[in-house]
Structure formats: structure tokens, C-alpha cells
């Protein structure tokens, strides 16, 4: 079994930064990539960022340069560093982790229960 928790969420003021972070637990043997979605209020959940295996990254137009995300394989965890947030920023921020488990020939999806950020004054 595999459980992603997130944590790092929070109340900010616009033109601040959050870090989030996603650590995984279990029987992961190998990542393929991890992400991290959100889900505004009343919206679909949308892709912010990517990072595989060989550490190339993408990401959404709306947080190019603004937020980064990294990933550390050994620890089975995930960042993202947002900086210079907005209001329209406020989400939901689901981590997802594409992965083999030990024993497993196939790759699965796996995602973090989620964690709110919202920026406001």
C-alpha cells in the first residue's frame, strides 16, 4: 500500500511564498514522475507542475516563474516552493506520484489527500 501526505498548506498574504511538501510511504520501488494538481473552488483540478525521474520539470503557464517544484527520489518526497502568490492562486494542491510498487510490473497513479492554500490580505 502507498499513502502520500501533504503538508505545508495555509493562509498568506498576496506577494508571499509557501512551501508545500509530499512525502510517500510504502511499498514504492521506483517513480516514474511526481506532480502537484489543484482545484480552485468551482473549477477542475488543473496541473501546476511536473518532475521525473531524471529531474526535468514543466509547468503550467500561470506559475512559470513563480513557483518551483523539486523531488527528492530517496526520500519518496516532493516540494513545491510558490512564491510571489496571488489570490488566484487559492486552491486545493493535491501531490501525485506516478509509481511501481515493489513486486508490481505496471505504474499507478497515487495522490495525496490534499492541502489548502489560500492568499489573501
Known amino acids: 500500500q502507498v499513502q502520500l501526505v501533504e503538508s505545508g498548506g495555509g493562509l498568506v498574504q498576496p506577494g508571499g511564498s509557501v512551501r508545500l511538501s509530499c512525502a510517500a510511504s510504502g511499498s514504492i520501488f521506483r517513480i516514474k514522475y511526481m506532480a502537484w494538481y489543484r482545484q480552485a473552488p468551482g473549477k477542475q483540478r488543473e496541473l501546476v507542475a511536473t518532475?521525473?525521474?531524471?529531474?526535468?520539470?514543466n509547468y503550467a503557464d500561470s506559475v512559470k516563474g513563480r513557483f518551483t517544484i523539486s523531488g527528492d527520489n530517496a526520500k519518496n518526497t516532493v516540494y513545491l516552493q510558490m512564491n510571489t502568490l496571488k489570490p488566484e492562486d487559492t486552491a486545493v494542491y493535491y501531490c501525485?506520484?506516478?509509481?511501481?510498487?515493489?513486486?508490481?510490473?505496471?505504474?499507478?497513479?497515487?495522490w495525496g489527500q490534499g492541502t489548502q492554500v489560500t492568499v489573501s490580505s
Open positions: 518532475i521525473t525521474n531524471d529531474g526535468s520539470t
Open positions: 501525485n506520484f506516478n509509481a511501481q510498487r515493489r513486486g508490481w510490473l505496471s505504474y499507478a497513479d497515487y
